[in-house]
């Protein structure tokens, strides 16, 4: 019903930077919120940023200052920008989106996953 596709992953050198995109599409009522996960290899997926309807916004403790989430909600798109990148940052990264999509039965809650996005930073 939604499908969320990323793009702005590579690699980078360490104190580099990455935009990272994020755009739905399908029957989309309203989103809610959307947000960046990621997930290194051997570790559990873990929230990056997020950002509400409101366009308040949540980050990971240890990229606070260093990323920043934005939307552009006349696009149903999201954005990461990443700024002075880290090895431990490299991962993949996935987009996520909480939102209503439109059935014959009205609006219904939704959640969509993107396929993610590799991000690799060299040190």
């Known amino acids: 019903q939604v499908q969320l596709v990323e793009s702005g992953g590579g690699l980078v050198q360490a104190g580099g930077s990455l935009r990272l995109s994020c755009a739905a599409s399908?029957?989309?009522?309203?989103?809610?919120?959307m947000g960046w996960y990621r997930q290194a290899p051997g570790k559990q997926r873990e929230l990056v940023a997020v950002?509400?309807?409101?366009?308040?916004?949540n980050y990971l403790g240890s990229v606070k200052g260093r990323f920043t989430i934005s939307r552009d909600k006349a696009k149903n798109a999201t954005y990461l920008q990443m700024n002075s990148l880290k090895s431990e940052d490299t991962a993949v990264y996935y987009c996520?989106?909480?939102?209503?999509?439109?059935?014959?039965?009205?609006?219904?809650?939704?959640?969509?996953w993107g396929r993610g996005t590799q991000v690799t930073v060299s040190s």
């Open positions: 399908g029957k989309i009522f309203s989103i809610n919120a």
């Open positions: 950002i509400a309807s409101d366009d308040s916004t």
């Open positions: 996520n989106a909480a939102l209503m999509v439109t059935t014959p039965v009205g609006p219904t809650d939704f959640r969509s």
